[in-house]
């Protein structure tokens, strides 16, 4: 599974856990000499492990509070997964 939201990702890591990465460039070092030879170049930051999709979603929209457009994207995201857990709960008989 690889849901991509603007510059996020969630990736299933396995049965239990999903990660949600950042890409971004890399923090650069303070020193100049230093910061020169580093690479500029975007890759996939660690943003944190996740048991529900709901939960990375919501690290997401509170990782990202500058892009209005993406909170609501992911606001919506989370909204239609709710409805859909709901409904599969609904479609399963009761043991």
């Known amino acids: 599974m690889d849901i991509k939201i603007g510059d ?7 049965e239990l856990n999903l990660v949600v990465e950042h890409y ?5 070092s303070k020193n ?4 020169a ?16 999709v709901e939960n990375a979603l919501n690290k997401i929209v509170s990782h ?7 909170i609501k994207s992911a606001n919506n995201l ?3 997964i709710e ?9 399963i008989p009761a043991k």
């Open 78 to 80: 989370i909204e239609k």
């Open 8 to 14: 996020y990702q969630i990736k299933k890591v396995d």
């Open 37 to 52: 030879k580093q690479s500029h170049k975007k890759k996939w930051h660690f943003v944190g492990y996740y048991d529900k």
């Open 83 to 91: 409805e859909l857990r709901k409904f599969i709960r609904d479609a």
């Open 64 to 70: 990202s509070l500058a892009n209005n457009e993406e």
């Open 32 to 35: 100049p000499l230093i910061a």
């Open 24 to 28: 971004r460039p890399a923090n650069l």
